[in-house]
């Protein structure tokens, strides 16, 4: 199977242009590619196929084999992807995902894409739609404990669910420890991403990120909108925010007037393989 690694703030995947090649049960491929040790490294799959509905399609897997809706990071690979291998010669694409059909635009040097920026849609906080065991009609700054510690959680969807949680240094939480915590908590049906946001200013966030089905990544695009919805739902900050991750910054821009939110990104070529699948 030929592959392309891809990054974009170090959320690294494994990208398969379905074009040309056929993937059979891409969940286990997916673990096999993800293992750092035996496979080629990475935080999961991710498929590039036709789409009767837009430009492309995105087919996401988590590196344990699960299915995953949306990534932001991701979804700004692809379009780099489809741009300099040729598939396309438009500088504003549709991509189909799980969480629906979104809108990019590709800034282009060369023949090169450097950096897309992604309408990443409406953010959902209806609890039954993200989803979250809660009667509340939005979840906003809700105590929780885990662990013996109390945290004030704000839940959103961006097409996969987040809970987000404010804490005074994201460099000192026991991230492996809590992480897996969140993720399987009673209250999430489905797991669930979780977010832990310090909030430096009105304009600036750090986040740091345990991802359902992937553990701790460097970054997560659909994370880092949750958040910067999460903080102006809090009062925390303006609607535009530089999320500070482990791998690199994001910008993300809420829309009051459309009620949707734009991400913008790199997204970064690391190499071209094969493997024996």
Same mark, same amino acid.
């Given at each position: 199977m030929?592959?392309?690694?891809?990054?974009?703030?170090?959320?690294?995947?494994?990208?398969? %242009?379905?074009?040309?090649?056929?993937?059979?049960?891409?969940?286990?491929i997916a673990i096999k590619v993800s293992d750092r040790h035996f496979g080629i490294g990475s935080d999961g799959l991710i498929l590039i196929k036709p789409s009767d509905k837009a430009d492309f399609m995105m087919? *996401?897997?988590?590196?344990?084999? +699960? +299915?995953?809706?949306?990534?932001?990071?991701? #979804?700004r690979c692809v379009a780099?992807?489809?741009? !300099?291998?040729?598939?396309?010669?438009?500088?504003?694409?549709?991509? =189909?995902?799980?969480?629906?059909?979104?809108?990019?635009d590709l800034e282009v040097e060369g023949d090169h894409v450097t950096e897309v920026t992604v309408d990443m849609g409406t953010p959902i906080t209806d609890p039954k739609l993200i989803p979250v065991v809660s009667d509340q009609d939005q979840i906003?700054?809700?105590?929780?404990?885990? !662990?013996? #510690? +109390?945290?004030? *959680?704000?839940?959103?969807?961006?097409?996969?669910?987040?809970?987000?949680v404010f804490v !005074?240094?994201?460099?000192?939480?026991?991230?492996?420890?809590i992480g897996?915590?969140?993720? %399987?908590?009673?209250?999430?049906? =489905?797991?669930?991403?979780?977010?832990?946001?310090?909030?430096?200013?009105?304009?600036?966030?750090? *986040?740091?990120?345990?991802e359902?089905? +992937?553990g701790e990544t460097l970054a997560c695009g659909t994370g880092a909108c949750a958040s910067v919805y999460a903080c102006i739902l809090n009062g925390l900050t303006e609607d535009e925010v530089w999320v500070r991750l482990l791998g690199g910054?994001?910008?993300?821009?809420?829309?009051?007037?459309?009620?949707?939110?734009?991400m913008t990104g790199p997204a970064v070529t690391v190499f071209e393989g094969e493997i024996n699948v």
């Open positions: 030929k592959f392309t690694k891809m990054q974009g703030c170090g959320n690294d995947y494994v990208y398969v %242009n379905c074009f040309r090649e056929k993937v059979d049960d891409a969940s286990q087919d *996401m897997y988590n590196a344990d084999g +699960s +299915s995953s809706q949306m990534c932001g990071n991701g #979804i780099k992807y489809v741009y !300099d291998y040729g598939l396309t010669d438009k500088s504003k694409i549709t991509i =189909e995902t799980g969480a629906g059909i979104k809108n990019l906003v700054a809700m105590p929780i404990t885990v !662990d013996g #510690i +109390s945290y004030k *959680m704000t839940c959103v969807s961006m097409g996969n669910p987040h809970a987000i !005074d240094d994201t460099k000192t939480i026991e991230i492996e420890k897996p915590l969140f993720e %399987n908590h009673i209250l999430f049906p =489905e797991r669930t991403n979780t977010e832990f946001i310090h909030v430096i200013d009105r304009h600036t966030i750090d *986040m740091r990120v345990w359902r089905g +992937s910054v994001l910008k993300v821009r809420y829309d009051k007037d459309k009620h949707t939110i734009f």
